[in-house]
């Protein structure tokens, strides 16, 4: 029986590498509107076929059809569109401002602005994010001011965070946003603890744990699950598939013939793909999602289908790695011009008051840029204190750290 | 003053943390009904429901992972992981996490929880029932580290930590669960109940968090231990007649170093045991205090007793450990130098 | 849409404890040969249904039925029933010596012992296990002698691990069995890492990884399928779900309403649930799985449906958990009971002959003991040397072991 | 001698080390095709192939796990955690199995593994990017610790923990993979190219493992250190003209214990010095050391400079780095005790 030919070594590689055309012919993308919309209380097992589609609600032509369509009247999608572009201008910003030595770093979000946006308005005021560095939006759409958002980035005098956090590193108790960890995965199985308490004091509350299509591979993913489908934990469980984890492709974390989202079959915990550039899809699904956490059904999975159009970091030259047009390619398109394009269709939006917001929004973000660099940027004027560094790793400080304290003298 | 195991003392301290604060939630593997491994929280949740006390998934990751979550909400949750030695999965998620939160939040966000994990050797667990691992968390600034060595203060010690603001190692000797076991595997042990230590107040008892306490007085070395090295360290007073001061630490992060300074200066002479592997073991860095501190006072080089830097091994237990006899001549060692 | 209704915390729990009635209505056990036996090379998508159902080969009139049926021949089967004989006699024995203090510690694996015993036998020369605990009938279907596992359980001068390890812990690189780790989950990866290493190579040897049902939570579990998935690494990964993790019933580490094979579908991995107290059904799945990875069609995900009918460990009473009489209701059966069934329907076996293969597997261990003992017990006759402790952390041993060894005087 | 810098040492040890031994594998998140996020295994994948050479899954966890699989059956492995912070999910797998596989199985497996990691801090990465944990695991039996301080050493001290048979932790100060920072963030530092140790021998070449160095001779003061600090030690001695002697040492487990106590019982004074915070870092257990072996040649107590005992901090980075002033200071203060 034993097979002697010899075994070979397989490693996934993506369609194309700079150099080569973008092709993405192997994503299938299903019709808009193309997908049923089960009820919350649905079993599981009913719906495994979610975890193999992708929801969307926008078909090419800007039309919201479809079960998952309806969820958001045009006002909130105003609304919605206003905080995709906020998003869009203020990472234009900050990505200037560290290029011009007044931050040591930032992330922006380009093309994924619709997830982040999009699913924040699916929560109610209490309900607590554990997001990545990559959604900012979940702020922004939550009203978190944006000045406070930059004086962290600037490590300035006015850091809520003292200068100790890397910049996008943001925390928010008040607005539902949980202290970024550098470290990936972590919050994810946070976001489950977190649920479970709900659960635990009988509270309404509901949790969100976030996080990459790359990072999947780390423990704390499947602790999340685990833990989540063990105890029906209120929580919705957010992948956003970016295609990329740094210079390396989904493949490389997804592996096989899965999904990131059919992970959840394992564990009973009913598992949806979205299309992420979609923001009607997203929030119909986030809703969705939401309400089966709030009713005490327990987890949902879901994946959202998105593209990282710029670099991962500063830090990041992805020409290295992927075609430079292949942000061109992506089939799911913008969802800043998607949810525009849907605003004009409707008839609640023109092309005009459109350039007029774009105009509007970047003031908005220069302001409060003007207003977060009068107490200071990374290497000049205003700065956290040296004690500051010395505050606040302990509920009180104990007596080593006062003796050295003493030692650097401040 | 009841008599107690350190196991009963263990759990009346959750008992009455659990009765107390309604935001104290226990669980671990084999916690919930069956009441754990050791039998710490047997009872409890019967007495406070499963949605208090309850049986976890193996993954330590998740244990402190969803602890560190439910801490964040607002709750206390005491958890236990089952084996030191088994700690390790979770290690990311109680130093990158945990002992971080409060301060790269700035405070909007806290992590007052437990990690209860038996520790030491001595029972013929072998390389996966009987490691030390504290000197692993005493470098991570923003975790609290504690080992008891008797009832009285395991009870007060737990307490304290379960009400504490910040994360706290709690390290339970698993061979003095049942007696004050002095390092002499050939004798019988005594039980906690013919021990006054074994004497463990009613009700609500804390013991502050950082406070040293002298075991034994003396006036020729101050011997620095914590756990069940402290019994050991008594014996090898009393095997060698060495007029030795023990300290016992009970909390290793914040430490106390007055208690240990004072005696130090004191004495003129210092050991330092821990069952743990030598290199770069806690008692390195209580050597690098005490030479820093009490320099002028030393009359002898501060010596180290400690597990042999190698895996805890099986058959050849008793050669690992570090008992009374080494203890014992690392005091005539220090008194001779 | 907030709905106010308080939610609560949902905390699994078996059908009954003790003072019940034991009840394993709810496990729906599929006719023996009425599940499909793909090719080997079909493509994971197309037998998820796999992962839900169970694969047997013995009916209870004791006929091998269905597809999966005549993976081996009556004299193979004849020798694999005396493997679990011996098993169960070498587990009886040692679970006494344990008892009589002539060692500190044993686990046995009454029940299961279908599961690692056909097993082996699918397995070519220079294949590598990656067990736990519970899998000590590699060895014994291996032919790795009894006497060595004895003096290894005894911790006595002739231990081939030299008194460093727990009993049980045995390790055989001869025997294809990777050294047993008392920490649970991680050999599950190292396997994939092997395995890889094997397709690295070029070679034509495989790999299989073992973990409990309990252990699935484990980290490990999800970095092993991370792993296999991407580098479709020649390895069977085997989960022995025996209903039980100490205390905890498996629904503690399952949740939901997914299985534990199911956990490879989300990673394209082809996952089969097979009946574990069926020696035919193991060794056809594993045949199967087996093939597959030497035929460089990547991992395999098998999850062995059984039942541990003894305690956990020497450590453990299971009576403070779950009814005396659970085992007894397991509707599965008894995998000696099953095989010996078969084989005298069959026409290879009486009762008669089995009555006296007992006394012979009985009297073949107590040789095997006796043997042992002459080189010592736990606490009793020769040991491992104190110098045997302070060898072998490092191939060379550095200064700092040297001096600790002088200061231990050996 | 080809003038190189760290990164490029680096990588060219890993070259010649795939060339000569065709077991010598090398993964890790962004190695393959992208060659890492400090370029340090660029090329590599295109010369041998993505069977030698590729990617990873974000796992640091399973990319440790299999190493010590691959490692069992026959390969060396040498792998990369893209960050020293990011190391912990993988610490269990270092821990209980690598550390211990060839222990436990008495031989019968073995792990020649090489973890690299990028190490310290000096670039503005916050808590998460700056970390220093070598204590961490020089307090693990079974483990090699290695901490090269310029491209020479890279080279030797890399290409022969890739030969060692046990596994090795091989953390690369990243502050100095473009040059040798001297501990003065406003001085442009100095290109490798520019300095003595940027001169890397070709072809094979290894620096044995355990072996420390005497980077500046001097009568008045030895100082411990290694990475980044051996450069700002220097740097120290000479900004306080304190005829110091700065021992690179290389190697932290196993330790060159002689040279160090060699040059202590000629100066007779110590200052040990390292980037991790204070509490339980390496330093306590080289000041165990210093003061057991040297205690009667010792003039003053044994000085610890370190990173102070809080999380990496951002904008207060040169507040927390212990550079050339805080040594300086150390060294005055040693020298007046
Ligand atoms: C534990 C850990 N390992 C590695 C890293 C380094 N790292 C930062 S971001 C990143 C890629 C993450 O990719 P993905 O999860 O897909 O998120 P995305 O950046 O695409 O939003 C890596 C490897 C880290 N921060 N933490
Ligand atoms: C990392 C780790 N955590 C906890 C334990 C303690 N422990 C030993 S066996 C066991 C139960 C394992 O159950 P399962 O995986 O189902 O295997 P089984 O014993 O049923 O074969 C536990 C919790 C351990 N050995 N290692
Ligand atoms: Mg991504
Ligand atoms: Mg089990």
């Keep these: 029986m034993k097979n002697s030919r010899p075994l070979s070594f397989h490693v996934p590689e993506p369609e194309v590498r700079p150099g080569g055309m973008p092709d993405f012919s192997k994503v299938t993308i299903p019709k808009a509107g193309s997908v049923q919309r089960p009820a919350v209380d649905i079993d599981p097992r009913e719906i495994r076929d979610l975890a193999y589609s992708i929801i969307r609600v926008l078909n090419r032509d800007g039309e919201a059809v479809g079960p998952w369509a309806g969820s958001l009247t045009g006002d909130e999608l105003l609304e919605g569109l206003r905080h ?62 944006m000045v406070e958002m930059m004086n962290q980035i600037y490590s300035n005098e006015a850091d809520p965070l003292k200068g100790r956090q890397l910049p996008i590193m943001y925390s928010s108790k008040e607005h539902g946003f949980f202290s970024v960890s550098g470290n990936l995965g972590t919050q994810f199985v946070q976001a489950v603890g977190w649920a479970m308490a709900s659960a635990i004091k009988r509270d309404t509350r509901i949790a969100a744990g976030w996080i990459g299509d790359g990072s999947t591979a780390e423990s704390d993913f499947h602790a999340a699950l685990v833990f989540a489908s063990t105890y029906r934990a209120p929580v919705v469980l957010n992948i956003v598939n970016n295609q990329w984890a740094i210079s390396t492709f989904q493949g490389i974390a997804r592996g096989g013939s899965g999904t990131f989202a059919a992970r959840g079959h394992g564990f009973g915990i009913p598992s949806l793909r979205v299309d992420g550039n979609d923001y009607l899809a997203v929030h119909a699904v986030a809703k969705w999602a939401a309400q089966r956490a709030r009713s005490n059904f327990g987890p949902t999975l879901v994946e959202y289908v998105t593209y990282r159009v710029g670099a991962h970091s500063t830090s990041d030259d992805p020409s290295a790695y992927r075609p430079k ?40 973000v220069i302001q409060a840029q003007k207003e977060a660099e009068k107490h200071g940027t990374l290497h000049s004027g205003g700065k956290p204190s040296t004690r500051d560094m010395f505050e606040g790793v302990y509920a009180e400080m104990p007596p080593h750290l006062r003796r050295q304290r003493q030692k650097a003298g401040v | 003053m ?72 607002g709750l206390r949750p005491c958890v236990e992981v089952q084996f030191a030695d088994y700690v390790y999965p979770a290690y990311d998620q109680i130093v990158s996490e945990a002992a971080r939160l409060r301060y790269r939040s700035a405070g909007g966000f806290t992590c007052p929880i437990v ?38 203060d395991a009870k007060g010690l737990l307490m304290a930590a379960i009400e504490d603001p910040d994360p706290v190692i709690f390290l339970e000797p698993k061979r003095l669960y049942n007696g004050p076991f002095e390092g002499h595997p050939d004798q019988p042990v005594t039980p906690w109940s013919k021990h006054p230590l074994g004497d463990v107040p009613e009700g609500h008892f ?36 060495i007029d030795a001061e023990v300290i016992d630490l009970r909390t290793l992060l914040p430490l106390d170093l007055d208690t240990i300074t004072t005696s130090v200066k004191k004495t003129g002479r210092c050991v330092v045991v821990h069952e743990a592997t030598l290199t770069s073991g806690f008692g390195a860095e209580l050597v690098a205090l005490v030479q820093e501190h ?26 690992y450990f570090p008992g009374a006899a080494r203890v014992g001549q690392a005091l005539v060692e220090t008194m001779e130098a």
């Design chain 1, 84 to 145: 995709m572009m906020t998003l869009r201008a203020f990472d234009a910003r900050m990505q200037m401002a560290q290029r011009q030595g007044k931050t040591s770093f930032y992330m922006q979000h380009m093309g994924e602005e619709a997830v982040s946006c999009a699913f924040r308005r699916a929560l109610e005021p209490g309900d607590m994010n554990f997001p990545t560095y990559r959604q900012a939006g979940l702020l922004i759409a939550g009203g978190y001011p």
């Design chain 2, 115 to 152: 990690v209860r994990m038996p520790t030491g050797g001595g029972i013929f667990g072998g390389q996966t029932h009987s490691q030390s691992p504290e000197a692993l968390f005493t470098h991570v600034s923003g975790l609290k580290v504690v080992v008891p060595s008797n009832p009285h």
């Design chain 1, 325 to 364: 047009t292949e942000s061109d390619a992506w089939p799911l398109g913008d969802p800043v011009i998607r949810l525009k394009n849907h605003l004009i269709r409707i008839g609640k939006w023109t092309k005009e008051r459109h350039k007029q917001a774009e105009a509007e929004v970047l003031d908005t």
């Design chain 2, 206 to 241: 804390t013991i502050p968090l950082g406070q040293a306490v002298v075991r034994r007085e003396g006036t020729a070395v101050t011997v620095l231990g914590y756990g069940t090295m402290v019994h050991v360290a008594e014996a090898a007073a009393k095997d060698t007649g």
């Design chain 2, 2 to 73: 009841p008599r107690m195991t350190m196991i009963e003392a263990l759990r009346n301290a959750i008992d009455i943390s659990m009765e107390r604060d309604e935001n104290v939630i226990v669980y671990g593997e084999d916690v919930g009904y069956f009441g754990g491994v050791f039998r710490v929280t047997q009872g409890l949740q019967q007495k406070y429901g499963n949605s208090r006390c309850f049986d976890a998934p193996i993954s330590e990751l998740g244990i402190v992972g969803t602890a560190i979550g439910m801490a964040a909400y």
């Design chain 2, 294 to 319: 009490c320099f002028y006072h030393l009359e002898a080089p501060i010596a180290r007793v400690a597990g042999w830097d190698t895996p805890y091994p099986h058959a050849q237990e008793w050669d």
